[in-house]
């Protein structure tokens, strides 16, 4: 088809990027202005960076006065309605106004980011993702990426275990507030809240600035990607806990050394702002195969004395072992009364003992899913056993 030479927009496709916008501003309520201030807060720029560093002081009045006529061009773009699009499209497509009014519509408004709360919000919250999420995952092949539903679990839902986690919120609030710090090694039992005092730190302290990234062992040979990216908050408020959940390594992985590395900081550019914190139940940290059990006595030593060199290198090593009857009846105690369950004392630890006794063990995680199998069949009036 030959296009007329009156027209230089071709229908189609402007048609298709016109329908692309309005789905994303569908998230924005279908306001450009929403959509323009939601990208300009979430932005990481020399400005950002400056505001979330120091308020913004040490920038050059050169980078502030960009960063208003920034602002107010997307003002004034955010100012257009699909009716000024609509209009332009008959004018430059030369398509019939039935046409161009079965497009969606969107709206416009006044919302421009008033540039010293940019600035505030800068410095108070950080820039980027992290700003709007606190926990995050790293892989290989997708880089970083935010955790949007992530375990709400509080410092206030842990039960007992009170000396382990004090050792801990004093070295993460050290970490915060710029003072020494330990890399952290929570040893112990399965089940025993190793994991959940890490998540419950994050949501304790994440207006602080704490944020998470969790790496699997495997992954660990590509950190460096994540070392420059955390790199690039050092002089933000934010600080970011390096998550290794149950670690355990084989002899002869290669991401055994990357390790050791890192937290003796002879690994090239690690940032300040970054801490490891990683969880284990294995004693020795390097499994022993059959054929180094099998191996000369000097071979296992070895294996040995490089699992506890890892261990020591952590600063902080804090040991969470089950709980005795005594204990995890009052753990079980204790969750139901944050829940509010009313049932009589006795059936509850009865009913609690029997369930622990029939799968492995007694935990602070078994007590909790007692507790919430408890609560689902008082819920729909049945018997809890």
């Known amino acids: 088809m030959v296009r007329d030479r009156r027209y230089d927009v071709d229908l189609y496709a402007a048609a298709h990027?016109?329908?692309?916008?309005?789905?994303?501003?569908?998230?924005?309520?279908?306001?450009?202005?929403?959509?323009?201030?939601?990208?300009?807060?979430?932005?990481?720029?020399?400005?950002?960076?400056?505001?979330?560093?120091?308020?913004?002081q040490s920038l050059d009045a050169v980078v502030w006065d960009a960063a208003r006529n920034d602002l107010h061009s997307l003002a004034k773009i955010g100012m257009l309605t699909s009716g000024d699009i609509k209009a332009e499209l008959r004018a430059r497509t030369g398509a019939l106004s039935e046409m161009v009014n079965l497009l969606p519509d969107f709206t416009g408004s006044d919302r421009g980011a008033d540039i010293e709360n940019l600035a505030d919000?800068?410095?108070?919250?950080?820039?980027?993702?992290?700003?709007?999420?606190?926990?995050?995952?790293?892989?290989?092949?997708?880089?970083?990426?935010?955790?949007?539903?992530?375990?709400?679990?509080?410092?206030?839902?842990?039960?007992r275990y009170e000396i382990q986690r004090q050792k801990i919120i004093e070295n993460t609030l050290g970490f915060l507030h710029n003072q020494p710090y330990n890399n952290v090694l929570l040893y112990g039992d399965r089940g025993t809240g190793k994991s959940s005092t890490v998540k419950a730190l994050l949501n304790e302290y994440a207006e602080q600035g704490l944020?998470?990234?969790?790496?699997?062992?495997?992954?660990?040979?590509?950190?460096?990607?994540?070392?420059?990216?955390?790199?690039?908050?050092?002089?933000?408020?934010?600080?970011?806990?390096?998550?290794?959940?149950?670690?355990?390594?084989?002899?002869d992985d290669e991401n055994f050394g990357i390790l050791k590395a890192l937290l003796e900081g002879s690994l090239t550019g690690r940032p300040k702002n970054l801490a490891v914190y990683a969880t284990t139940n294995r004693r020795h940290l390097i499994k022993e195969t059959f054929s180094s059990r099998e191996g000369d006595e000097v071979h296992?030593?070895?294996?040995?004395?490089?699992?506890l060199s890892l261990s020591d290198r952590f600063?902080?090593?804090?040991?969470?072992?089950?709980?005795?009857?005594?204990?995890?009846?009052?753990?079980?105690e204790k969750i139901a009364a944050d829940r509010g369950l009313e049932i009589e004392r006795e059936l509850l630890l009865k009913g609690a003992e029997r369930f622990a006794l029939s799968r492995s063990g007694r935990s602070p995680r078994l007590a909790r899913q007692y507790i919430d199998h408890v609560q689902a069949r008082l819920a729909l009036g049945l018997a809890i056993d």
Do not use: W
Request: net charge negative; proline share 2%; charged share 25%.
């Open 211 to 251: 944020r998470m990234v969790e790496v699997s062992k495997q992954d660990l040979i590509y950190i460096g990607k994540l070392l420059h990216e955390v790199g690039q908050m050092e002089k933000t408020k934010l600080k970011f806990i390096l998550f290794i959940d149950d670690l355990t390594f084989n002899e």
């Open 17 to 56: 990027v016109y329908s692309d916008l309005c789905r994303e501003l569908m998230e924005y309520g279908g306001n450009l202005a929403a959509y323009l201030l939601h990208a300009a807060k979430y932005d990481i720029n020399p400005f950002s960076l400056g505001c979330a560093a120091d308020g913004g």
């Open 121 to 159: 919000f800068y410095q108070k919250n950080g820039i980027g993702i992290y700003a709007k999420y606190r926990a995050f995952s790293f892989s290989n092949q997708e880089g970083i990426q935010p955790i949007r539903s992530f375990d709400s679990i509080r410092l206030s839902d842990l039960k």
């Open 315 to 332: 600063g902080l090593t804090v040991t969470f072992v089950k709980p005795d009857k005594a204990g995890f009846l009052d753990i079980v």
């Open 300 to 307: 296992m030593a070895d294996t040995i004395d490089e699992s």
